[in-house]
């Protein structure tokens, strides 16, 4: 006699409601656990491999708790969960450039522009809606925080993330910024989306 019930690991993601919650200090040891496996998997090819395979769990949720503990006014950590599973992070907050970005004409700069700092999902749940739920809730936020637009930047080599961002509605605004990880340089390209309140 076979058992019906289905493990919840085999369950499509699309048939268990995902959430997004704010983070709490609890999440940061799973928060970093994504961070380091999202690294090792998204850069793959981009960055040098003996810089992702050097990458710690351990360490980075050391930087995580410090990150979350003295965030700035204004910067939020967002968390996915699926079926009690923290599946995903992102966090986002006031625009961190040195200077103002290049606006569209009429358009005040800087101050009014929120910024994507990072999004990460489990290598595990790629594919599965968990990205594109946790970026619409931060541009959601951002919006309603009254935020002109949103700004992120992405690795110029990384042809995904870029076709995922763009799907969204962000597009390339012409910035460039330079980025090297043991010598190797991996620049990044600076990407924009309207908000609308």
Not at 48 to 66: F, H, K
């Amino acid at each position: 006699m076979s058992d019906s019930r289905t493990p919840l690991a085999r369950v499509p993601l699309s048939r268990v409601p995902l959430r997004v919650r704010e983070m709490t200090l609890a999440d940061c040891p799973r928060v970093a656990e994504i961070r380091v496996r999202g690294w090792q998997s998204a850069y793959r090819g981009l960055m040098p491999q003996s810089y992702l395979d050097g990458l710690d769990v351990s360490a980075e949720l050391t930087r995580r708790r410090a990150h979350f503990e003295q965030a700035a006014p204004g910067v939020v950590n967002l968390v996915a969960e699926w079926a009690g599973e923290v599946v995903g992070w992102a966090c986002h907050g006031p625009y961190r450039g040195e200077e103002p970005p290049a606006v569209d004409a009429g358009r005040d700069g800087g101050a009014g522009d929120a910024e994507l700092y990072a999004i990460y999902v489990d290598p595990g749940r790629t594919g599965r809606g968990v990205g594109r739920t946790l970026l619409r809730e931060s541009v959601g936020r951002c919006a309603a925080a009254g935020h002109d637009r949103m700004l992120l930047r992405v690795l110029r080599e990384n042809a995904g993330a870029r076709r995922f961002y763009e799907r969204a509605g962000f597009t390339a605004d012409g910035a460039e910024e330079p980025y090297e990880v043991e010598g190797v340089k991996v620049p990044e390209v600076r990407y924009a989306r309207p908000l609308e309140r």
